[in-house]
């Protein structure tokens, strides 16, 4: 069964800290891997996509890494900011056109 | 990357009736996806929108009560049927890109 874990749930820190969230998966042979953003009671903001064959995707503060051996994916937050506060989904694509199978996500909360 | 219009944003129904639920792609797209939120909950897809067939649902979601329709390339709606309080919930619609997924806004649905 293909099934996504994300670590923590939640997560409170002060602003300025580089925070790391986990997303951990049971089946390595995804097609690749997207992390998402969605502020409360909206929609869903792409942030980083990952091939199957890279290891990692930036995109300014943000970088997205991508362990198949592992089944881990991790997204990196550097210098967080209050604007950062969101939660946070990862969700992996198994074949091209398939669904999307999400993580619970892990709601991130930065403390000016 | 595509732009999806949904509408409405969010809406308060009555027990009993139904809501449909319109996105409108600035481009066109072969595949359109459903999703539904629950409170606290992450992502599930709904059912799967090819234009000129019938939409393919997952385990647990059926025709009468979430029905579908694509009658082109850039739109779909989504009607939510005799609606509960169990329905109450986010549904997004989403369509995949060049850089992964795209989503929709979302609709908050409140069933009263």
Known sequence: KQEVTQIPAALSVPEGENLVLN?????????????????????????????SSQREQTS????????????????????SQPGDSATYLCAFQYNQGGKLIFGQGTELSVKP | SAVISQKPSRD???RGTSLTIQCQVDSQVTMMFW????PGQSLTLIATANQGSEATYES????DKFPISRPN?????????NMSPEDSSIYLC?????????????TRLTVV
């Open chain 2, 94 to 106: 989403s369509v995949a890109a060049v850089y992964g997924y795209t989503f929709g806004s979302g």
């Open chain 2, 35 to 38: 999703y539904r939120q629950q």
């Open chain 1, 60 to 79: 300014g503060r943000l970088n997205a890494s991508l362990d198949k051996s592992s089944g881990r994916s991790t997204l990196y937050i550097a210098a």
């Open chain 1, 23 to 51: 997303c951990s998966f049971t089946d390595s042979a995804i097609y690749n891997l997207q992390w998402f953003r969605q502020d409360p009671g909206k929609g869903l903001t792409s942030l980083l996509l990952i091939q």
């Open chain 2, 73 to 81: 390339l850039t739109f779909s709606t989504l009607t939510v049927s």
């Open chain 2, 12 to 14: 308060i129904c009555q």
């Open chain 2, 60 to 63: 647990g979601f059926v025709i």
